[in-house]
Nanobody, 121 residues
Framework: QVQLVESGGGLVQAGGSLRLSCAAS????????MGWFRQAPGKQRELVAD???????NYADSVKGRFTISRDNAKNTVYLQMNSLKPEDTAVYYC???????????????WGQGTQVTVSS
């Protein structure tokens, strides 16, 4: 019903930048909060940043001042601009949509397949 597809991951040197994108597809009327999570090997998945449909944002302390989340509601897309990357940012990054209103009713807790971000020292 709802698909989230991430792109933009890759390998970058410490201090570099990457921009992740996540596009939602399906018969979508609207999307509530969207967010980016990450999971490093051997660690639990953690919230990186999220953004409401109105544009209010929230960040993990570890990325404040370096990452910026934004969204384009017309395109059903959320972005994560990552600057001043550190080796500890290395993880698989996942996109999440809290509540998606579709022609078949609401869909809760949609996840993308993940995109790998690797930061070399």
């Amino acid at each position: 019903q709802v698909q989230l597809v991430e792109s933009g991951g890759g390998l970058v040197q410490a201090g570099g930048s990457l921009r992740l994108s996540c596009a939602a597809s399906g018969r979508i009327f609207s999307i509530g909060a969207m967010g980016w999570f990450r999971q490093a090997p051997g660690k639990q998945r953690e919230l990186v940043a999220d953004i409401t449909s109105g544009g209010s944002t929230n960040y993990a302390d570890s990325v404040k001042g370096r990452f910026t989340i934004s969204r384009d509601n017309a395109k059903n897309t959320v972005y994560l601009q990552m600057n001043s990357l550190k080796p500890e940012d290395t993880a698989v990054y996942y996109c999440n949509a809290d509540r998606v209103a579709t022609n078949r009713g609401p869909v809760f807790g949609s996840w993308g397949q993940g995109t790998q971000v690797t930061v070399s020292s």
